[in-house]
Each structure stands twice: as C-alpha cells, then as structure tokens.
C-alpha cells in the first residue's frame, strides 16, 4: 500500500519538478533557517561546557542595590570572596579566583600583547580544562608555571608542547618583564563557546601576578579590595546555593563598608549559565527571543509555500482522490497518505537544510561571532531533532492540505467540472497576506534597524576620534616629554582605562535637593577633551579664555550632561561653578569640589546602552592610558618615534598601542552584524516568498485558463485580462499591510525606546515597505499573467 | 437485488433550488444489465451516484442487496462500497502518475488483502482485458480504448457485486466501444450486475432493461429481449 502512495507521491513531485523544487527548497531553507537560529541560541545557552564538571563550577556574581535604586551586576566580586566561601560551607569544595590582565609575552624578538588571566594554584583542579600537554593539576603550584592554550603555545613556540620553556611576561602597569615557565598546554578555548577570556593563565603564586599584590596590600589601599576579581567555586550539590547566597551577602556588605549606602548580594551562577544571565548580560532574552522568532518566521513563510502550491494544485490530485475514495478508501486513510505525502517532502527539505546548514555554519560563527556547533553525529538530542523536524512540519504543513484532498466528494471530483476544483481558495489568500504581513513586518523592521544603527555610528558617538592612538603607559613626565617633542604628536592627554567606559566606578552624589545620585566617574586630564573636539555645553575646561590649565587635583571636575540632569539642573549652565563634593577614590586625596563645565554626552562604549550619567576627574593615580593626536600624515614613522620614546624609557617590553577608531569598528561590528543579519533574514523571507508567488500563480493562471479565455472571447481585451490576474496578487499585499504596520509600528517604537539616543519612528518607512512588497508581488507573478493574457482565446478554451 | 423507493435529491445554492430527483423507484435484480438513458441534467449521475453509494438520497429509502442505506454514514456507505461496487467513467478516470498495475491495485488497496494476492488478482484482470503487456506503463501512453479497458479491470478486479459505467464508450469510436461493451456483457454473464448510463441506443440495446429518465424521475422502462 505505501508503494502505491508512494509511487503517486513521487511521479507527481518529478511531474511538478517547478513546483516541487520551490516546495522542497522552500522547506529547506526554512528549515535550515529555523536551525540556524536554534543552534545559534543554543550555544549561546551552553557555554563552557567544554569543562569538565561544569554542573557544579559556579561564578560568584555580585548584585548592587544603589540607594538611588539602581540595581547593577557585575561578574566579579571582592577578592577576599574566595577563602571566605571555602571556610564557611562546607559545600563548597574548591574555590579559584581569576584576575585579568592586559599583558603580553615574549620569547626573544617574537613578543604581542596578551590578555593574561592570573589564577589561584587549585585553579585547574577545580575547572579542569582539556590538557594537550603537561600535568594541569601541578602546572600552577610552583610561582612561575604559566598554562597556555595550544594557539598561543604554536604561536611563541611553533609547536602544541613546549613544556618547560621559558617565556617573558610583560605586566601592564609596571611593564617589566617577568620570567615564566610553561607547565602546561590546555585545548584552545571554544571560540564563542565560553566565557573565559584568555587563554593564557598564570599562576597567582608569582610575587608580580595581580592576585598576589592584592594579596599583600593591606585593607584600605587601593588595590586591596579590588573588585575586578572573578571568584569560581565548586559546589557540590546545588540545593546548598540559596544557603550559600543568603549566607554572605551579611559577610560581603560589612567586608563592602559602602560608603554611599548601597547593598550588595551575592549570587552563584552556573559557569554555563552567564550568558543568558539577564543581569550579567542585560537584554539577552530579548535577543536570543528575537533570534528564534526570525528563524521560526523563515520556516513559517516556507510551510506556508508548501501548503499553497499543494493546495493550489488540488484539481491534478483530485482524481486520484476520488478514484481512492470510489475504492473504499476512508478519511483516515486519505490523510494518511497525504501526511506521508508531506513527510517525504519535508524529509528532502531537512536533507537539504543539514546540508546548507553544514556549509553555512562556519560563516555564520564567523559572522556573529559565535561558536555554534552541528555534530548531530555526535549529539543524540540533535539527531533527535534532525528526525522530529521533518515530522513535525509534515504534521503541521501537511494536515491542511490532506484535509483539503479529503473534503472532495467523488461524485464531484470525477464529473466534468473537475477544473473549478478550488481547493481551499480563500485560506490561500489567507496564508498569502499572511506571508506578505510578515515580509513587509521584517522590511520595515530591518529598516528601522538600519537607520538606528547608522544614526548610532554617525550622529550619537559625537565624538572625533580621527587618528587617535592609544597607548597603555604610565603618565610619567620623562615620556610625555618625549612626546612633546615628536612632529606627527598633534596633541595628547592622559586618562584612566574608564575613558574607554570599560566598567567605571561608580560613586553617589547628592543632587540638589539632597536626594543620593548615582554618578559614574572617569579619571583624566582636561585637555582631552579638547583632543576629541568635545566643545563644552556650558563653562570652561580650562581656566582662562587664554587655555591656562587649571591646577592638577580633583578639586575642578567636569560632568556630563546626563550628570547635570541626574543632579537637577534644568540647563547644563545653571550647573557651572555648583559645588557639589565627591569623595576621592584615592584614601586621603582631595575630592571634587566644584563643577567647571558640562560636556556633551557621548559614548566609547556600546550606544545601545544610555549614556551614564558621568564626572571627570583629574587623578594622577589612575592614569594608564594616554589619548594619543597623530597628524595624518607619515603615520607609520610617528608610529616608530613613539615606540622609541617608549624604550627610552628603560622600559624592556614594547608599546603597547591600538587605533581608537580601529576599536571602535570592532565594537560596532557586533551590533551592525546584528543589523545584517536582520537584513539577511529578510532577503531570505523575501526570496521565500516570491518563489511562493511565482509558483501560486502558475498554479492559479493554469486553474484559470478556461476562465480567461471565455473572457476573452466575450470581448475582453489583454489589459483587461491582465489587470484581473495582477490584482488577484496585489489584493492580499494590500491587506497585508493592514496587518503589519501597526504591529511592526509597535515593535520598533519598542525596540527604539531602548536606545537612550534614537531616531523617530520613520513613518515614511510603512508605505515604502508596502508598496515594495506589491512591486515584487506584481514583479513575481507578471510575466505568467502577461502570457496568459495574451494567448488567443482558442488555445486557452482547448486547454481543457 | 436493489431497490428505490421515491428517492429524491436536491442540490442547493444560496439561491437555487436543483430537483436532481424527484422520487425515483427502481428495482434492479442481481445480475441483471440495465441502462439509462436521458438527456442532459435530467439526474442521471446523481443516480448513479446514490446508486454506487457515493451520495446519500435526501429522502426515500434504497436496499443495496437487502441493506437499506439511505441514511447510512459516509463511513458505512465506504465499507460498503469497498469490493461491493465497481466504477467505469465516460473519461477513464486513471491516475495520471500511477502506471496500469498500479491504478488497477488502487481497487483493492483498502481490503487489507496482501501484497501478493494484489498481485496476482491485478494480473488476472488485466490479461482479462487483454493489457497484461502493458502493465508498466503509464496512462498517457495508452490509447483512449486501451485507457478504458483498465478502467474496466480495475472495477472488475476487486470482484464487485455491481458495476456501475457512466457512459463508458463516450468517449470512444466504435470499434473500441464495441469492445468495452463486450467486456461488460461479459462480466455481467459471469453474474455480476451491471447499471450503465449511455447516450447510445445500440449499446443501450445490448442491457436486458432500458430505463429512460427526464427533469429527475422514470418516465419509462422497457424491457429487451437480451
């Protein structure tokens, strides 16, 4: 019996070969679309489970509850965090704390910048990591071990095992270099698959290492409490969290000693479970939401093409139906072989969708940066769903059109009136609107997207940023000196790494009716912003029209004007000479005392994100980075000048230095990816879904043959003709609007809210994306109807 | 043996009113040949529909061999229909993508009879009709005679009680027409009953009864020398 359904099935996919390839490509690339989407969201919901008992590996978040209200999370914690969960719980079975560095290495004259994570000694009993080489449990023990992932081994020593070789390691705020040993080689970190950030880890036993100086400095300096701290902890049963949480946060909030009356919590997330961590990675569910809904849209406007082009066809299949019928076969039966039917197509497609989605999957990592993976050969679930998926579609593609089929009754279907079949024209229409509502929706909302985001890159950075280098370097006098003194040096200034908005502190003033504001604060000198062409709103940033510089302390500060907002002040003049004190970060130092200037706002750091209300300080202490002004041209021998001011330093280790503006298209390209690959899966939605006109409307000119040559030869003329089958496809991408622009009208308006800076809702947008979507429609389905309509009125009536 | 008794059937739109039927009586003995005839519209496939159990009457009553039906399910008249009744239309009605064998199968499928004895019962039918070398092609590459003659094994093959043939040489020229009314002779001889709807007087003189229909009821019955 399923070789008779069969044999009917296939002989009638090879007859249909234009229709069944739209068909089954068609459910391909929605498939292929939905499992991008999931495997993408899927990797980003299991991170770092490349190490092994990742189950129980927890991170100790800390959650800040200002007075002001604001409620901030961040992954690192007190660095004294660590031994007190070990000593307390006795759940906890190991502790590890991570501090990063930005460093570098050097073997002989082969020598980069590297991000060096600093690690407790047990570190690698804890998170035990694939070792390519050496013993990972001892690697740590000894002061100078240094693991280094395999890249990094092949890159310093051209092979995956260089254990026990020596190699230099530049630290960033001394930038001496430090001899290493490597003990060990670890596996290269997933790309895209964790949330470690270096892949070179050093012991903390080293009297250089950060953790060690934080270690020795005394409670109360700079440094001591340092909160850049990441704390990991095995624990072994999960029920004992709460405990554990509820247990510290006492602990941490008198360790905290807040002085602006803020509280702190603690909270254990599961190494694999940071990035979907709402607090720790803010919008993430929006985005991985936003991510599956594009891909189930895909396969959405795909089934909808497979159940119109099998519907549209009902009159080929109704004879066989009825002849079926005739012979006794039941409802039951029918349907059945109709969903076999759709099980064989939606199994090509899914053929289909592995393979494209196997070539694709490398780019699309590439592109968004992640690190998903498809080795359903390996992975029973994945298998699983591979098997579901052509399952599911068929059930739920094919049940509409097995129902059709079913609903004809022979006496009907084997008379002569067999070509007015319509099977199912208004749910046709139906599903079309449907699909031009979600294209024209996805048309508005990548535009939308688009032009936020060059509004973001063009209009809101505000900022010049021009030939900018930055070095990492103390601001010492003997090297600014030096760089005075270079022809291509236009300028420079000198700034702690918070210019870069990496994670500033934050500090509670008080506003003007007294109420506690929460402010963020940005170690610099005043002349940079002089240097990025910041021209103040209100007041002076220096001390005299004549640019004399006001003396070097915290006491003249500038704000922002969210700041001047945030402090009450209704214009960013009334701020100038207030005098509202902010404490010093430096214990014993003197604290801002009056407000010079309001500068604009502006943003080095993600413009999705408001502009944080800011003060900028004068702080000696704090200040690595140096905002470097080159003249355009000869770069590169300023470049080698720098560098040579820099060795005369005594310094053994090389500048380290990167472009602003090269940083700032790294960072924006995340964000413009996003903006693309909303544009791609519009296209795709786009393409779908004019092939899946282009075949109705074969199907519908071939159903309407005899119609159109009655007409004709009743006198109609080819225009008339013409004009009655382009509306029949205008129509539903008429109505189609009706139903996308107030829904895409709402989601973008929400989507823009989120944007401290955006543009209004381009309403002009709406209709462009309508009248796009009927010129592709009438574009789709024209040449069909224009032959049709032109055929003599004999050859359309014998068609039958 | 099957009996109507004033069966009526109207087909309605929202606004038109079809009297298909109106109150047809008719007795058909097993094994007996009759045929329809009438002009256009005047309710002869509506009858051959209740007939072969594809539609239900509106009112009236019909024993299909002793059962009386009239009100039966669409599942009922499906089980009923499955190996009792046979069909034969004036434009063949083969599947398109479904070689000979296979349309001809298409009659047995649903009995839950095995793969083999499918088999062998098509063959039979086919040599029966004279196509046994032509089991592996496809429809359009027979004629419409040769197309007709499967048609006719596949509503022999499932050893039916009646065969119902709307016009069966409608589309035929004579020889091959005069072919197909052979086969049905033929199979109406082996006992089974044969009801055919036909334009034509010299193939309506070859059934045992001619029943004449016009505007949907018997308006006379004669009764041939067969």
Same mark, same amino acid.
């Given at each position: ?61 800390t959650m800040t509850r200002t007075q002001g209200g604001v409620v901030d999370y961040s992954r690192s914690?007190d ?16 502790? =590890?704390?991570?501090y990063l560095e930005n460093g570098g ?7 980069a910048d590297e991000l060096i ?53 530049r630290s960033a705020a001394s930038r001496e ?20 950030q270096a ?11 950060l953790?060690?100086q934080m270690?020795?400095s005394?409670?109360g300096e700079p440094g001591s409490n340092a909160a850049g701290v990441f ?25 905290f000693k807040s002085a602006d009356g803020s509280?702190i ?14 607090g720790l990675t803010p919008g ?85 940066n ?78 939308v997207v688009f032009l936020q985001r060059h509004f973001a890159l063009h209009q809101a950075l505000r900022l010049n940023t021009d030939q900018i280098l930055m070095v990492w370097a103390p601001c010492r006098e003997a090297f600014l000196n030096d760089l005075r003194r270079i022809p291509g040096v236009r300028g420079f200034a000198c700034g702690g790494w918070q210019w870069l908005n990496e994670e500033p502190n934050r500090f509670t003033a008080r506003a003007r009716d007294g109420s506690p504001v929460n402010l963020w604060r940005v170690p610099v000198d005043l002349a940079v912003f002089d240097l990025y062409g910041l021209r103040p709103v209100a007041g002076r940033v220096t001390l005299d029209e004549a640019g004399r510089q006001y003396p070097q302390d915290a006491r003249h500060y500038v704000i922002n004007e969210s700041a001047a907002r945030r402090l009450g002040f209704r214009t960013a003049q009334e701020a100038v000479g207030q005098k509202i004190a902010i404490p010093s970060v430096v214990a014993g130092a003197v604290g801002g005392e009056e407000i010079i200037a309001v500068i604009p706002d502006y943003s080095l750091v993600s413009v999705e994100k408001a502009i944080k209300p800011t003060a900028y300080f004068f702080e000696p202490s704090q200040q690595y980075l140096i905002s470097v002004k080159l003249a355009a041209a000869d770069i590169p021998a300023t470049l080698a000048q720098i560098d040579r001011a820099w060795a005369a330093t005594g310094a053994?280790a090389p500048t380290s230095r990167f472009f602003l503006d090269e940083r700032l298209e790294r960072m924006y390209l995340s964000m413009l990816r996003q903006a693309q ?17 282009? =075949? ?12 159109? =040559? ?41 989507w823009l809210a989120g944007f401290a800076y955006h543009i209004d809702l381009p ?8 009248? =796009? ?28 | ?226």
């Open positions: 019996m399923l070789s008779n359904y069969l044999a009917a099935a296939l002989r009638n996919l090879v007859r249909n070969r234009l229709y069944s390839s739209i068909s089954v490509a068609g459910l391909g690339i929605g498939l292929c679309g939905a499992l991008l989407a999931l495997l993408v969201v899927r990797n980003q919901l299991t991170q770092d489970r490349f190490v092994a008992g990742y189950e129980q590996l927890y991170l100790a978040a914690t660095g004294r965090l660590a031994a007190l969960l070990k000593e307390r719980f006795r759940t906890v079975q190991q502790t =590890g704390r991570l290495l050097q073997n002989g004259d082969n020598a994570s600093w690690v407790d000694p047990e570190f690698f009993n804890m998170a035990r990591f694939p070792v390519v080489a050496g013993d990972l449990a001892t690697a740590l023990q000894r002061p100078d071990g240094l693991v280094l992932d395999r890249h990094t081994a092949r890159r310093y020593f051209g092979r995956d095992d260089p254990v026990g070789e020596s190699l230099q390691l270099l430090h001899a290493m040993t490597v003990t060990a080689v670890i596996e290269d970190l997933p790309a895209g698959g964790t949330s470690f892949g070179v880890f050093g012991s903390g036993l080293a009297a250089h290492s953790l060690a270690d020795r005394s409670p704390t990991y902890a095995r624990i072994a049963s999960s029920e004992s969290i709460p405990a554990i949480e509820a247990g510290l946060s006492p602990v941490m909030n008198a360790l509280s919590a603690l909270e254990l997330v599961r190494i694999d479970r940071l990035n979907r961590h709402e993430i569910t929006a985005k991985l939401a936003l991510t599956l809904l594009l891909g189930f849209i895909i396969l959405l406007v795909a089934a909808v093409n497979y159940i119109n082009l099998f519907t549209a066809r009902a009159d080929q299949r109704a004879l066989e139906v009825g002849i079926r019928k005739v012979s006794g076969a039941t409802n039951g039966a029918l349907i059945r072989q109709f969903l076999v039917e759709s099980l064989a197509y939606a199994a090509l497609g899914t053929l289909i969708a592995i393979a494209i989605t196997e070539w694709s999957l490398p780019y699309v990592n590439a592109f968004l992640a690190g998903a993976t498809f080795d359903y050969w390996r992975e029973p679930g994945l298998l699983a769903l591979l098997v579901a998926a052509p399952v599911v579609v068929a059930a739920l593609a094919g049940v509409w059109p097995a129902l059709t089929f079913c609903a004809f009754r022979p006496g009907m279907v084997l008379g002569a009136a067999r070509s007015q079949m319509r099977g199912g024209g208004l749910p046709r229409q139906v599903l079309v609107t449907l699909q031009f509502a979600l294209l024209i929706g996805l048309m508005i909302s990548a535009g053994k690959a909303f544009g791609v899966f519009a296209i795709v939605a786009l393409l779908l879904t004019a092939f899946g006109l282009f =075949g109705l409307a074969m199907a519908s000119v071939a159903r309407r043959t005899r119609e159109i =040559g009655i007409r004709k030869a009743l006198g109609a003329t080819t225009q008339d003709v013409l004009r009655l089958l382009l509306w029949q496809f205008g129509k539903p991408v008429v109505w189609a609007n009706l139903v996308a622009w107030p829904l895409a009208g709402w989601a973008m308006q929400h309403l002009w947008m709406f209709p462009l994306a309508g009248l =796009g979507a009927l010129l592709i429609a009438l574009a789709t389905v024209s040449a069909h109807a224009l032959k049709v309509a032109r055929a003599r009125p004999m050859t359309a009536l014998r068609y039958e | 043996m099957l009996k109507l008794a004033d069966v009526r059937k109207i087909y309605r739109t929202d606004e038109v009113e079809t009297h298909a039927l109106g109150g047809v009586s008719l007795e058909v003995q097993a094994g007996e040949f009759v045929a329809i005839m009438g002009p256009s519209g005047c309710g002869k496939s509506t009858l051959l529909n209740i007939l072969g159990l594809l539609d239900n009457p509106d009112s009236g009553q019909y024993w299909f061999f002793g059962e009386e039906v009239a009100r039966h399910s669409e599942r009922k008249l499906t089980q009923l229909r499955r190996g009792g009744v046979g069909f034969v239309f004036q434009s063949f009605n083969l599947v398109d993508d479904l070689n000979v064998r296979e349309n001809v199968e298409v009659s047995l499928l649903y009995r839950g009879m095995s793969g083999g004895d499918r088999h062998k019962r098509v063959a039979a039918a086919l040599e029966r009709v004279g196509l046994a070398h032509r089991a592996k092609h496809l429809p359009s590459q027979l004629s419409g005679g040769q197309q007709q003659r499967v048609a006719v094994a596949r509503a022999l093959v499932g050893e039916p009680k009646l065969i119902l043939a709307d016009e069966p040489t409608g589309n035929l020229d004579t020889e091959n027409g005069a072919a197909v009314m052979d086969m049905l002779r033929e199979i109406n001889k082996a006992g089974t009953t044969v009801i055919m709807v036909t334009h034509s007087l010299a193939h309506a003189a070859q059934a045992q009864r001619t029943v004449k229909l016009l505007d949907g009821q018997v308006v006379s019955e004669t009764l041939l020398a067969a």
